[in-house]
């Protein structure tokens, strides 16, 4: 099935993530708007395509730091969703408001990041299970920003979006592609998050595998494509990274490198 995260502190208040941000400085300035459900029809031009149910509530939720969403493939239930990324399901089922255990195909899921210390980005050893790394999924590897990186980047860096390819059906491969976003603010400090922060522009993304094909730019030096141990592996930088793609990538580690 392929799959779908995007970056609360868990079970906060809704309204709490529509509050103001603080102004400090930093290496972002947009906010990102929650996605739209709908928008007005130009006579001549495509009719938008609808978000995928529970996607509002999503992308809402994922405006702070600490939560990503995600896409459900078939058959998924949050048991199998929980499972893959740490959660209790039935955390998973009241924070998306489901009425069952069964999670229909394409169904948007936010799923609060609850690791702890500074150093957690994402739930390295559960996302590996599920992409196959170091069994089925051969030499392909979770690689993440490294601490250096986050630190240049004044601590304001979080993991926003995560497609997964998990070789179900086989003939999609495995792969994954992770965006990170800049935050306003420091999403926490400790290990304790900071439910004042908001996801305010795109940073760079990273794919792998099966998926590192699905990286594009049109502008030169935002996109690196790099071989590591037979697998393909693509950086794409965006402009409020201020850096090229090839070197966001030496800023790259797994977590057995840290």
């Avoid at 491969?173 to 290990?191: E, I």
């Amino acid at each position: 099935m392929r799959r779908l995260i995007l970056p609360l502190a868990a079970l906060l208040p809704l309204a709490l993530f529509a509050s103001s941000c603080g102004d400090d400085d930093g290496p972002a300035s947009p906010t990102a708007s929650p996605m739209a459900s709908g928008s007005p029809t130009v006579a001549g031009t495509p009719t938008p395509t609808p978000p995928a149910p529970g996607a509002v509530l999503a992308e809402t939720l994922a405006r702070s730091p600490q939560v990503f969403v995600y896409l459900a493939g078939k058959g998924e239930t949050t048991a199998t969703v929980g499972a893959a990324f740490g959660v209790k399901a039935d955390l998973l089922r009241s924070l998306n408001q489901l009425a069952s255990d069964t999670i229909p195909d394409g169904q948007a899921l936010a799923i609060p990041l609850t690791l702890p210390g500074t150093l957690s980005f994402v739930p390295d050893a559960t996302m590996e299970i599920a992409l196959g790394v170091g069994g089925k999924a051969g030499k392909l590897v979770l690689l993440q920003p490294s601490l250096a990186m986050r630190e240049g980047y004044l601590g304001r860096l979080a993991l926003h979006r995560v497609r997964l390819a998990d070789g179900a059906p086989a003939d999609e491969g495995f792969g994954y592609v992770t965006d990170y976003s800049f935050t306003d603010r420091p999403p926490g400090k400790g290990g304790v998050p900071d439910p004042e922060a908001h996801i305010a522009g795109p940073a760079l993304s990273v794919a792998g595998g099966s998926l590192a094909a699905s990286l594009k730019s049109d502008t030169p030096g935002d996109l690196y494509t790099f071989t590591r141990d037979g697998i393909t592996y693509a950086v794409k930088s965006f402009p409020e990274a201020r850096k090229s793609a090839q070197e966001l990538a030496a800023m790259l580690q797994t977590a057995q490198d840290r």
